[in-house]
């Protein structure tokens, strides 16, 4: 098996096994509503049909329902164990469910898409320009995609901990705002902004049992872990100089050319 299909997995089982999610996930939720306000913002027209990937437990899934209740919704995940979670949760939110690598997502849709949306999902891409060439050849003329995405800058403060004390840090290089900007489509316009959410955290303890208890600690490719000695280095350095996470989210949105 090749060695990202080999990652995925891994992504995919920490996510299915985060039983605590819905009471760890405290930024998930408040950048799934700044993405809502924003799609709902640019739909004069309410979309008839709307693809999510990476719906997770329905934070945004659950808003997209609330505010387009006539569209054919279809929420997708990576991870089987987060739909077997918002189908039992949830039954009714989506019209639609099934597990899905949006990386290379499924083409057997009977129609195209006016909305495809997502939060804080697309930073665990390998190749986030494919993906999103993919994704976007599935929106109908003048569809729009709109995502939520960790930018550089993002758990920085856990970041300078471990570079003072010379601890290997597993945080993924997530890209630039410039970087990022550089990889819509062709057949099409894009937008990103940039925008700097703080989760307070009282200790580096705390911040590292919710990046476990989200699922979210794998860490980037190729990272050594650190010596238990190292780790309480870096903990102790954070506690004694933040009391907050940045997370630098990026906000994009694509819409497809009419032609």
């Given at each position: ?28 939720r408040?950048?799934?509503d ?16 709307i ?17 387009f ?35 290379n997502p ?23 320009q ?6 976007c ?5 003048g569809?729009?995609?709109?995502v ?6 993002s ?9 003072v ?22 057949d ?5 902004e940039?925008v ?25 490719e190729?990272?050594?872990?650190a ?26 949105l694509?819409e497809r050319?009419?032609?």
């Amino acid at each position: 098996m090749p060695r990202i299909e080999e990652r995925k997995h891994r992504i995919a089982a920490r996510f299915g096994a985060a039983e605590s999610y819905e009471a760890a996930a405290k930024i998930q939720r408040v950048c799934a509503d700044q993405l809502a306000e924003r799609i709902c913002a640019a739909f004069q027209t309410p979309p008839r049909s709307i693809l999510e990937f990476g719906c997770g437990t329905g934070f945004l899934t659950t808003r997209l329902a609330t505010h387009f209740p006539t569209a054919h919704l279809c929420a997708t995940d990576l991870a089987p164990g987060m739909i077997e979670r918002i189908r039992a949760r949830l039954p009714d939110v989506a019209s639609e469910f099934r597990v899905m690598d949006a990386e290379n997502p499924d083409r057997d849709f009977t129609t195209p898409f006016d909305l495809i949306a997502s939060s804080l999902c697309l930073q665990w891409f390998s190749n986030r320009q494919k993906g999103l060439e993919r994704l976007c050849s599935l929106l109908a003329p003048g569809g729009k995609l709109m995502v939520a995405t960790l930018l550089q800058g993002s758990l920085q403060e856990w970041r300078d901990a471990c570079a003072v004390e010379r601890a290997p840090c597993g945080v993924p290089d997530y890209p630039t705002l410039d970087q990022i900007r550089g990889e819509w489509p062709t057949d099409g316009i894009g937008f990103w902004e940039s925008v700097p959410l703080a989760d307070p955290v009282a200790k580096a303890s705390g911040f590292l049992r919710g990046m476990r208890q989200i699922g979210a600690s794998l860490p980037r490719e190729g990272s050594r872990p650190a010596s238990a000695a190292a780790l309480r280095r870096a903990m102790r350095r954070f506690d004694a100089e933040n009391d907050s996470v940045t997370y630098q989210i990026g906000f994009g949105l694509f819409e497809r050319n009419h032609a």
